[in-house]
């Protein structure tokens, strides 16, 4: 197995178009993240799902954001309507199940909308 | 909202110099975690503390966690001009499932 990996690895997109990214965690691994960074900061959370099911979601994730999880293996991570604002790293990350693991990140999808 | 929040911002050393950097948590937590991240990169786990533990060691990193003052501290010995990157510390909340991170501390060694 080779980690997490996110794909694409860079998007540039118009100001009002659909973006959707694919994340691919490590196998053996039931929990899986979505995080969002700017530059300067540090990532912050979007989602959180235990397999299949979607289990948390931060604030910060409007209705324009959408994420699924079918068959508990890869996840998609969708924006609608892109605002400039929605530019940033979108980092997924995995991990095994019970506390205090430790988390597997991918190398992040950095989108750009122009 | 982000947890923790690392002190300095940032910090410049030379080769061979120790690196402190500290962290302070607002809400009580399960474990702290530090994770390293190089320009442009998916973020590398450095090392967790559990929040019954009070240090802990990994090669040139040692750990210390203060529960009572909600504070860790990160020390990277005999630093190497690899050892440059953004430094987190992540904390994993009784209240929710994600570990939350603060800004970060840049790390800048050189040679």
């Known amino acids: 197995d080779t980690g997490v990996s996110q794909d694409p690895r860079h998007k540039i997109t118009k100001r009002g178009q659909n973006v959707t990214f694919r994340c691919d965690p490590i196998?053996?691994?039931?929990?899986l993240y979505w995080y969002r960074q700017t530059l300067g900061q540090g990532p912050e959370f979007l989602t959180y799902f235990q397999n299949e099911a979607q289990l948390e979601k931060s604030r910060l994730l409007s209705d324009r954001f959408s994420a699924e999880r079918p068959k508990g293996s890869f996840s998609t991570l969708e924006i609608q309507r892109t605002e400039q604002g929605d530019s940033a790293m979108y980092l997924c990350?995995?991990?095994?199940?019970?506390?205090?693991?430790?988390?597997?990140f991918g190398q992040g999808t950095r989108l750009t909308v122009v | 909202s982000q947890q923790g929040e690392e002190d300095p911002q940032a910090l410049s050393i030379q080769e061979g110099e120790n690196a402190t950097m500290n962290c302070s948590y607002k809400?009580?937590?399960?474990?702290l975690q530090w994770y390293r991240q190089n320009s442009g990169r998916g973020l590398v786990h450095l090392i967790l503390i559990r929040s019954n533990e009070r240090e802990k060691h990994s090669g040139r990193l040692r750990v210390t966690l203060d529960t009572s003052k909600k504070s860790s501290s990160l020390l990277i010995t005999a630093s190497r001009a690899a050892d440059t990157a953004s430094y987190f510390c992540a904390t994993d909340a009784y209240s929710g499932y994600a570990l939350n991170f603060g800004k970060g501390t840049s790390l800048l060694v050189t040679p």
């Open positions: 196998s053996e691994h039931n929990r």
């Open positions: 990350a995995s991990s095994l199940t019970g506390g205090g693991t430790e988390a597997f």
């Open positions: 809400t009580s937590i399960n474990n």
